[in-house]
């Protein structure tokens, strides 16, 4: 494991950093931004350096919080008000997907 982000981890965490509260990306949606990688890519970034950003906004295309820390991205949609399925076991990705662009 490197001690520092590389380029493309750089590029990948400064995403994620920008996505507004109550909003998020799918993992393949931040590698688009980059456009580099895959969604694959982003997460293995996200594991490995993601600690330090708002890391509960990067969610699975269907909307359910990063493996192994659902309960902790919970408690973060909730504080943000971020829209959830009515089973309230997911982000409503309809709804929170932010586009990059607008704020």
């Not at 350096?49 to 991205?73: I, L, N």
């Not at 504080?79 to 309809?94: A, F, H, K, S, Y």
């Amino acid at each position: 494991m490197q001690r520092e982000p590389d380029e493309y981890a750089e590029s990948v965490l400064d995403v994620v950093e920008r996505i507004p509260p109550g909003r998020v990306m799918a993992y393949g949606d931040v590698a688009e931004l980059v456009e580099r990688g895959g969604p694959r890519q982003v997460g293995r970034v996200m594991a490995q350096w993601g600690g330090g950003v708002p890391w509960w906004r990067v969610v699975r295309a269907d909307g359910r919080p990063p493996q192994g820390h659902e309960v902790r991205a919970m408690e973060e949609y909730r504080v943000e008000g971020t829209p959830l399925r009515p089973d309230g076991t997911r982000v409503d990705i309809r709804r929170a997907r932010w586009d990059g662009r607008s704020t």
